[in-house]
C-alpha cells in the first residue's frame, strides 16, 4: 500500500461542492461539506479509504458471498446467513429510523464505491489483504446497509433451545444455573410441545449465520464435497455465556452534582477488543449539523456522541426479542405445517450461491410464515422455525441514531 501524502486533492464523482477530510494526531476525521448529501457521501468515502476490508468482510459474510471469495469451505456460512436477510418492504424500513434514511445511505454507499472506483484505479491504496488472497472489493447498494441483521446483538433464540433441552432432562431451576431470567418468570412449553422434540442441531443454523470471518488453511482448500462439515462455530454454551456477559450501561450526573455545573453523560457499551476496532469514530460538520462520536464503519452518522445541544448513547436492553416455533408437519406432505386449524405450506427460495473456483451452487433458504427454518424431521413430522425483530422493518442495529443525532 502506498503512502498517503500530508495533503491531497481528490476529484469526487458525486460531490456537489469543494468539502474537506481532516485528520488530527489521534487519527480522527474530521468531515466538512456544504450539504448532508456531501457529507455523507464523504463519510462513506473516508470509512472505506480507511477501513476497506473490514467494510467489504463484513458485507460479503452479512450477504452471504463469501464463497465467491473464499471457496466451498464458506458456503455453508453464506447459505446460514441469507436466511436471515431482512426480505421485507423497504418502504416502511426506511422511513423507521428518519424520513431521508434512503437519501442518507445512497450518499454514504456512494462514497464507499467511489473509494473502490478509485482503488481500481490506483491499486496501490487497496489493503493488503486483497492482494493476500487475491480478491477485490465490491460494489455497495444501499440497501445493503439495512438488510444485514446479523450484526445485531440479539440472541435469545439461542438460549430458548438450550433451555428446553435443560429442561427436558433436568426443570426450569436446574436452567437458571446457566442463565437467570430477568423479570423472573416460570416458562413451560406451549400444549402439545414435547421440549425432547427440539435438538442443539436446531442452533447451527443460527449460530453459523452469526459468527464471525475465520480463515484456517484447511477451510480454504474445501472442495464441494466438504462444505457441510463446516458448520459448527464454537461449544454452544460458550456461544451463549459470551452474549450473556456482553452488557452495556448508561448514567448520567445532573450538573448540580459536578465542579463545571454541568451534566455529565456517559455511555460505556460493553465490546469485545478487535483489529480493526468494532468502533469507529468521526466528526461530521455541514450546515445545520455539527457531530461527533462513533459508530459502526459500515453505517453513516453516528451513534453514541454529542452535538452542539446534546449528548447521546445507547445500550442494549435484553428483552425477549426471539421466540422458537415448533410446528407440525402434515402426514405425506413434510411441505405443510400447521398454522392454528390450518395447514400453510413451507416457502422454498432457490438461491444461487457464487463459489470460487466452481460453477455457481443453488441451494434452498426454507421459511414459515415466522421465519427461517432452522430444522426439519420428516420422520417425527416436526419443523423448527425462528421469529426474530431481525426481520422486521426498523430493526437494523444503530440506524435509528440518524434522527436523534440531528
Not at 447498494?141 to 433441552?165: F, H, K, Y
Not at 437467570?180 to 421440549?195: H, M, T, W, Y
Not at 459536578?258 to 450546515?287: F, W
Not at 447521546?312 to 421466540?323: H, K, P, R, V, Y
Request: a negative charge; glycine letters at 8%.
Amino acid at each position: 500500500m502506498t503512502d498517503t501524502p500530508a495533503n491531497e486533492t481528490i476529484r469526487l464523482a458525486g460531490l456537489e461542492a469543494e468539502a474537506e477530510i481532516r485528520i488530527d494526531h489521534w487519527g480522527i476525521p474530521h468531515i466538512r461539506a456544504a450539504s448532508e448529501q456531501d457529507l455523507f457521501l464523504l463519510q462513506g468515502f473516508n470509512a472505506a479509504r480507511d477501513r476497506l476490508w473490514q467494510l467489504d468482510l463484513w458485507r460479503k459474510r452479512g450477504l452471504g458471498l463469501l464463497a465467491a471469495d473464499f471457496g466451498p469451505g464458506y458456503l455453508a456460512q453464506d447459505h446460514a446467513a441469507r436466511h436471515f436477510l431482512y426480505r421485507g418492504d423497504l418502504g416502511p424500513e426506511w422511513t423507521a429510523y428518519a424520513p431521508d434514511t434512503e437519501e442518507i445511505c445512497t450518499a454514504f454507499t456512494a462514497g464507499i464505491n467511489a473509494y473502490v472506483a478509485l482503488c481500481e484505479a490506483e491499486p496501490g491504496r487497496l489493503p493488503p489483504e486483497f492482494a493476500l488472497f487475491g480478491t477485490k472489493p465490491a460494489w455497495w447498494q444501499p440497501s445493503d446497509v439495512v438488510r444485514v441483521r446479523t450484526n445485531a446483538l440479539i440472541g435469545n433464540g439461542l438460549s430458548e433451545i438450550l433451555r428446553a433441552n435443560i429442561m427436558a432432562l433436568a426443570d426450569a431451576e436446574t436452567d437458571l444455573m446457566r442463565c437467570e431470567i430477568d423479570p423472573p418468570v416460570r416458562p413451560k412449553a406451549s400444549a402439545g410441545i414435547s421440549l425432547a422434540d427440539i435438538p442443539l442441531a436446531a442452533t447451527r443454523l443460527l449460530k453459523l449465520a452469526t459468527a464471525p470471518v475465520t480463515f484456517d488453511k484447511a477451510r480454504i482448500a474445501v472442495t464441494l464435497d466438504d462444505i457441510w462439515k463446516w458448520t459448527e462455530v464454537i461449544d454452544l454454551g460458550d456461544v451463549i455465556q459470551a452474549k450473556m456477559e456482553e452488557g452495556s450501561n448508561n448514567w448520567a450526573v445532573h450538573g448540580s452534582r459536578t465542579e463545571s455545573a454541568r451534566p455529565i453523560l456517559a455511555s460505556d457499551p460493553h465490546r469485545a477488543h478487535a483489529v480493526p476496532s468494532l468502533r469507529y469514530l468521526v466528526h461530521l460538520e455541514a450546515p445545520g449539523l455539527n457531530v461527533i462520536g462513533t459508530g459502526e464503519p459500515t453505517a453513516p452518522g453516528v451513534s453514541l456522541g454529542h452535538n452542539e445541544k446534546i449528548a447521546f448513547g445507547l445500550t442494549i436492553f435484553g428483552a425477549d426479542q426471539e421466540d422458537i416455533y415448533v410446528y407440525e408437519t402434515k402426514g405425506g406432505d413434510p411441505d405443510s405445517y400447521r398454522n392454528g386449524d390450518l395447514w400453510e405450506k413451507i416457502t422454498r427460495i432457490e438461491e444461487a450461491f457464487p463459489v470460487k473456483g466452481f460453477a455457481d451452487q443453488t441451494l434452498t433458504l426454507s421459511f414459515t410464515r415466522h421465519g427461517p427454518i432452522l430444522y426439519e424431521n420428516s420422520k417425527k413430522r416436526l419443523v423448527i422455525a425462528i421469529r426474530s425483530v431481525w426481520l422486521s422493518p426498523g430493526s437494523a442495529a444503530y440506524l435509528g441514531s440518524l434522527s436523534y443525532l440531528r
